[in-house]
């Protein structure tokens, strides 16, 4: 396969992503879950039925704490096991302890064949709150993880590469990792934006872990196609210019392509079966590392390369 010959065909694809996830984020910004900005998540399940048999649904819930508590700025979704996902402000032990025996009170009695009120109570799966302030701690810690990571695998690809310096300095492996790294983690953040604007979705401490884990994984496939081409280059005994860059550059990629391809695809079938069959609760966590693996895989082979070529320093005989 021909990749350096159409590379301005597979750079010019990144591009549009990265363009298009930068202008997402810029636009639409993060919706931000309460590990980030603090507050409640709540997840309940209540199994009443009305006399109209009729189960409970979220908008009732809404209306209820908006309007019989007074609490602003809610949000309530339905999750699996017929249960709701209630995102709040910060609440205290003593409200939240009140506000659960309301919600008994409420929605706990439902009406039998018998015309009796039997009882079917709320059950409180998860509750989960974070103060403001910790929420911000969390934010900064997860944003310097991230950049941490960064730059720390591109100077160990810079040292590790620190033995092939002709015809391409070491230190431009760093630089085309950190490039390909950065592609990596900006669509699925741009997509996240998206989801966040059209369906309210929130990142949270998980999607940072999705973010790091995706990070590894592509550094690792990109480190195998650069070794194949550092082996290559120390076994070429012919004068290197652009073209024999290219013709390396290209026949090592392709030499790696079925490895990274298979290996890949292995832990993509395990998240897209996860992402379709597994709980609700972990849906966007798969969906970020889902998006993350296959855009990495893309990017080891069709950005990585293309771009070692380019950054060479070595002038294209026209």
């Known amino acids: 396969m021909n990749i350096i010959g159409h590379r301005n065909i597979f750079l010019g694809i990144s591009?549009?992503?990265?363009?298009?996830?930068?202008?997402?984020?810029?636009?639409?910004?993060?919706?931000?879950g309460i590990d980030f900005v603090g507050g409640t998540l709540w997840q309940l399940r209540i199994t009443r039925t009305d006399a109209d048999f009729t189960r409970t649904?979220?908008?009732e819930i809404k209306n209820f704490f908006e309007v019989d508590l007074g609490i602003k700025n809610i949000g309530v979704f339905s999750a699996e096991n017929q249960s709701f996902l209630i995102r709040l402000p910060h609440l205290t032990?003593?409200?939240?302890?009140?506000?659960?025996s309301e919600l008994k009170d409420k929605f706990g009695l439902r009406e039998s064949a018998s015309s009796l009120r039997e009882s079917a109570p709320v059950e409180e799966l998860?509750?989960?709150?974070?103060?403001?302030a910790i929420g911000k701690e969390l934010k900064q810690k997860a944003l310097l993880a991230i950049v941490m990571v960064l730059f720390g695998i591109s100077l160990y690809v810079?040292?590790?590469?620190?033995?092939?310096?002709?015809?391409?300095?070491?230190?431009?492996?760093?630089i085309i990792t950190l490039i390909t790294?950065?592609?990596d983690v900006i669509i699925p953040v741009g997509l996240f934006a998206t989801l966040g604007y059209l369906m309210g979705v929130e990142v949270d401490?998980?999607?940072?872990?999705?973010?790091?884990?995706?990070?590894?994984?592509?550094?690792?496939?990109?480190?195998?196609?650069?070794?194949?081409?550092?082996?290559?280059?120390?076994n070429s005994r012919q004068k290197i210019d652009f073209l024999s860059l290219g013709q390396i550059i290209n026949s090592s990629v392709n030499q790696t392509m079925a490895r990274s391809i298979n290996t890949s695809m292995t832990l993509i079938l395990v998240l897209l079966a996860m992402f379709l069959l597994g709980p609700?609760?972990?849906?966007?966590?798969?969906?970020?590392?889902?998006?993350?693996?296959?855009?990495?895989?893309?990017?080891?082979?069709?950005?990585?390369?293309p771009l070692l070529l380019l950054i060479s320093g070595l002038k294209r005989i026209l």
């Open 93 to 100: 032990e003593e409200k939240h302890q009140k506000y659960l």
């Open 57 to 59: 649904n979220a908008e």
């Open 280 to 305: 609700t609760s972990l849906e966007y966590f798969v969906l970020t590392m889902l998006v993350g693996v296959t855009v990495g895989t893309y990017s080891s082979i069709f950005v990585a390369s």
């Open 181 to 183: 790294l950065f592609h």
């Open 15 to 32: 591009s549009i992503l990265v363009l298009v996830s930068i202008v997402a984020i810029a636009v639409f910004g993060l919706r931000l």
């Open 205 to 234: 401490i998980n999607f940072v872990v999705a973010v790091l884990v995706v990070m590894g994984f592509s550094v690792h496939d990109t480190i195998v196609v650069f070794d194949r081409i550092r082996e290559n280059l120390l």
């Open 126 to 132: 998860r509750f989960d709150t974070i103060g403001p």
């Open 158 to 174: 810079t040292f590790a590469f620190r033995k092939v310096s002709y015809p391409v300095k070491s230190w431009k492996y760093g």
